[in-house]
């Protein structure tokens, strides 16, 4: 059981250092996303054709310095774009894309500063003479909307995510713990979620371990006393003379 319980302990350690090691190396560059999965083409935008999504909240503690949205261009060279990000009627950032991108490929449209805050709609113009694919799913976004120059509201949302400088995956854990708090009671901290999750680990642990023990204790024979005297009186050899009285000697007198 002693040896098992250590294997038990060095694998939980290993596992423990393996994930604060790739937490540390591995980075993400990703801010945040509308939800919207680009399961197909949201709008069809035209030549001298505009879309707009609004309204957009950017989560708070959070900025992000670049827009990204995957487009196609039916085999075709992608048109040039303005892309432009307003707050309420405020133009913050008017971003001017060059043609020629591929078909399929995701426009990644650099801001120049960091963008934070609520009331924010990213709107993109087709500046060229051939449509252009804006890729996203249906009604995905509760708390936003698609309109086509000035027009009614669609029932899609673009696929849109928003980028920022990479930064490790650890350095993500409080910001994890803090929106994992959204429908909590004001009087739970954060910190409370992290005691949860390493009772957690610990719990399981405890579980494997106490499995251990019992399939060791429920091992046949492994508690049988052993045998008095050794393994002679155990099981006679074949040698040994047969239990029992003496046999009778014939006598040669007779």
């Known amino acids: 059981m002693r040896r098992a319980g250590t294997v038990l302990a060095a694998v939980v350690a290993a596992g423990v250092l ?64 303005t892309v432009t990000v307003r707050r309420g009627r405020d133009v913050l950032v008017r971003r001017r894309v060059a043609a020629g991108y591929r078909d399929g490929s995701t426009l990644r449209v650099d801001t120049g500063r960091s963008i934070g805050g609520r009331d924010l709609s990213v709107c ?35 696929a849109l995510s928003f980028g920022r400088e990479p930064r490790s995956l ?22 409370v979620y992290l005691l949860v999750l390493l009772v957690l680990v610990l719990g399981a642990a405890a579980l494997a371990a106490t499995a ?9 024979g492994r508690d049988a006393p052993a045998p008095a005297g050794g393994a002679r009186d155990a099981e006679p050899g074949a040698g040994d003379a047969p239990a029992g009285p003496a046999a009778a000697v014939p006598d040669a007198r007779d």
């Open 124 to 158: 993109l113009r087709n500046d060229g003479t051939v449509p252009l694919a804006l890729y996203g799913s249906g009604a995905a976004v509760e708390s936003s909307q698609l309109r086509v120059d000035g027009g009614d509201d669609a029932i899609v949302d673009l």
């Open 18 to 81: 393996l994930l604060v090691v790739l937490g540390a190396v591995k980075r993400d560059d990703q801010a945040f996303s509308l939800g919207a999965p680009p399961s197909g083409v949201a709008v069809d935008l035209k030549p001298r054709q505009e879309a707009c999504q609004a309204p957009i909240a950017v989560p708070d503690g959070t900025d992000f310095d670049q827009v990204r949205l995957p487009v196609g261009t039916y085999t075709k060279p992608g048109p040039a774009l």
């Open 212 to 220: 251990l023990r019992r399939a060791e204790e429920d091992v046949p």
């Open 170 to 191: 650890l350095s993500l854990v409080p910001d994890v713990l803090d929106r994992a708090t959204l429908f909590r009671s004001p009087r739970l901290a954060p910190a």
